[in-house]
């Protein structure tokens, strides 16, 4: 028995036997010709680039109905790339020039491009590494005349472990019987990830070279809490993960009579129950979990799974399938939020000395009016479909959520003048996670239709941290003066106005805050789906006063310590009165 | 738009700003491409210290030009006036919106 350790990107555990998939690699077979084949091992080359080509157009001509506009676009790309005179000049002039065979001449000109790209300080180029791999791995299989064979997988409980999945692949796997995922690539955000949290299935990702020790392993347990891949666990083990995922049905079995009750608190207070979603296949998730609505629909996912911007047709496909997926349950869309720990190559952007207090967020789209106004349309006809809320991320000041609304008046202008179906009446909002916002809520509550707050930017900003430093990560203080003083005011600015205010965010999904957050008056809160059933019953336990002292007495402490001492004996105390009153 | 023409020993030169928010990714560099196909003339494409034929998805890829940057254009050719302008306006203005999608 042994440990690897990985990235852990959907918690939960499970012990099941390893289903590997390996891709290998077509071995390239060197070899010399003699002057008089050189034209007949052209020819070769040649019809090999024609089979690939053949084989690319058919594969899009077939699947075009199935395919996204980023599957096609890559095919395509692999097309331009196979008539490409980098690759086809060069492999020929080998060929010709070195007396070598078409599979050594193509490796070695493969390598040349690879080396170029590779070198490359900008990520995203760096990347397109793969893309060309892909298509000498075609063509090699094209010269040997080896077959491509789709994905299959077991019908026993298993647990998949690859290098790296496709998102064609990764579509296909479904509800098959998928215990847990073990990649070799990949990161939180990956496709693979994503459908893992949604499947509520365990995966640990980024293994990388650490894959190969699992070639000739049998059975394994995953962690995806700590990220830890047990390699032939011993009994003990084995009984222990059992145990944990177990354990975790049975909690979830005797939240389940909850999913259909309000979040109620036993004195009538009721709190809307939103989840946290980034992609369709969360729908479901969401929906299991019986949330009344989505409450943050992250955008940033939907666009970094296309390899370019989506049209507005692209999105507004995405965006309908959710709505009719939550089925008269508000969505509520964020704009693209990108800077920051986002991912930006995507967008074009430049390394930043502060990327956190840099050109993100609101900054960004109103600097790409036509990207911003691209997706403003495609929410606004995605709006007369179900019930939808529009927010901006990032909102420091009025000046930007008017220039915000204006956009989207034009936008409904538009689609009016073009006769497109759409709801030009959705409410709009903010997100206040700045403290300059915080500071002016009074003013942005009176020019917008709701707040959610998102905690982990306004912790960041307001206690002058940044959350990615390891050194000022103790910093991180929910419960810090400063934090609770200033969404007490924001919430009361919002109430003022007669608005509504939610919080989303990670401390919003923990289950201890769940009392501080209701003693605060927030309207909703938006959680991970796998989290709401806890919450809520945490609130159809707590009476309002109970909630709203509790809240008075952590803000009577001139320090965050104090504060979280405190709440740490109340949660104590509340334990034990439960475990007593059920113990009765 | 930014035009700063000049002709010198019979090739055509213009500078492009990128407006591909994403810069000259496969995709972006895969329309400039097929575009470049559709002339005759020879077209080469500058960056910072690269050179890459207009015609070759990898050459342009491997410039890794960045949103906003501005590479220099090098025709020349029987067609090289309308190749410089779709060209110019494909990578100034058509690149920042999506492509119209097929069919």
Redesign the interface.
Known sequence: MFTLHGIPASPGHAVARIHRIIREETKVRRRDLVAGEVETEIEVFRAALNQARSQISALVARLSDQLG?DEV??L??QL??LE????VDRTEERIRTNLMGAEGALHDTMGD?IH??DT???D??RE?VL??RDVEERLLRRLQGIDDRPLQLPTHPHVLVTGDLTPSETASIGRTQVRAFVLGSGSKTSHVAILARSLGVPAVVGLGDQLAILDNANLVAVDGETGEVIVEPDSATIARVRQLSQKQITVNAKLEHLRDLPAETPDGRRLGMLTNIELPLEVEMARAAGAEGVGLLRTEYIYFQH?????E??QLAVYREIIDGMDGRAVLFRTLDVGGDKIQ??????KESNPFLGWRGIRFLLA?R??LK?QLRAVYRAAAHGPTRLMFPMITGVDELREAKELCRESCDELAAEGLDHDPGIPVGIMIETPSAAAVADLLARECDFFSIGTNDLIQYTLAMDRLNSRVAYLYQPLHPAILRSMKSIVAEAHAAGITVGICGEMASETKYAEVLLGLGFDDISVHAAQLPKIKQVVRWTPMPEAEGLLAELMSFATADEAVRHHESYLEAKKRRRNEGTGS | MRLSTQERNDVKTTNAKVSDPVGFHLRAAGRIVKLAKTFTSEVTVRFNGRVANAKSIMGLASLAADHGSVVVLEVVGADEDHATEALLHLIEVDLAQPEEPRG
């Open positions: 506009q676009a890559i395509d790309s331009l790339i490409d005179e980098l690759l491009l170029q790209f490359l300080e900008d995203y180029f397109r893309d060309l390899q370019t911007i989506p049209s047709e692209e190559r995507y967008l074009g952007a430049r790409n036509p990207l691209t």
